[in-house]
Antibody, heavy 120, light 107 residues
């Protein structure tokens, strides 16, 4: 059974940093691209960042480029999102999602999400 | 960036109704279009990929059509468990973008 479990969310002050993790199981992690998708309270879905299966290629939404860094540890079946210079508008539930063999295929499995609240 | 526009933003329907949701891309995306269902407090679930392919385990009452810029998601006979919000998403190129969502409510 495919499982994705995010962790690392919480309350953080504007300008602060947070590191999200997504632990996966039930599939060959190193074979698939992965993404982070977020959802602000009461709003729609917003793709944040994606990474190729090897980790060599990364992609970002304009709203987070230069502040967020996506990475993966294929030996530990873990996806990471390092978030710096956080803003109030980054407040959202952050989901990790399994993509296809390449970035931008389809998100066929999602984690439960972790809430990030940026507030003073 | 490719803009995705869904309509309507919400609709009311009864069990057994046929429901169609429309998604329009700001430029041609071929058939690189996915549909997701999301219930309150839950993660989205993939319904349709490649504009018309049914994801594993998804009931056959869901179907998708379209190519280029215009796409539809149809629920042939609405069931109680289908009341949710539906999102389209283009996978033609990054940045990946979602439609604003269509909330399907009970009439």
């Amino acid at each position: 059974e495919v499982q994705l479990m995010e962790s690392g969310g919480g309350l953080i002050q504007p300008g602060g940093s947070l590191r999200l993790s997504c632990a996966v199981s039930g599939f060959t992690f190193e074979t698939y691209a992965m993404s982070w998708v977020r959802q602000a309270p009461g709003k729609g879905l917003e793709w944040v960042s994606g990474i190729s299966s090897s980790g060599d290629n990364t992609y970002y939404a304009a709203s987070v480029k230069g502040r967020f860094t996506i990475s993966r540890d294929n030996s530990k079946n873990t996806l990471i999102l390092q978030m710096n210079s956080l803003r109030a508008e980054d407040t959202a539930v952050y989901y990790c999602a399994k993509d296809g063999y390449t970035v931008a295929t389809k998100f066929d499995h999602w984690g439960l999400g972790t809430l990030v609240t940026v507030s003073s | 960036d490719i803009q995705m526009t869904q309509s309507p933003s919400s609709l009311s329907a009864s069990v057994g109704d046929r429901v169609t949701i429309t998604c329009r891309a700001s430029e041609s995306i071929s058939d690189y279009l996915n549909w997701y269902q999301q219930k309150p407090g839950k993660a989205p679930k993939l319904l349709i990929y490649g504009a018309s392919s049914l994801h594993s385990g998804v009931p056959s009452r869901f179907s998708g059509r379209g190519s280029g810029t215009d796409f539809t998601l149809t629920i042939s006979s609405l069931q109680p468990e289908d009341f949710a919000t539906y999102y389209c998403q283009q996978s033609n190129r990054t940045p990946l973008t979602f439609g604003g969502g269509t909330k399907v409510e009970i009439k």
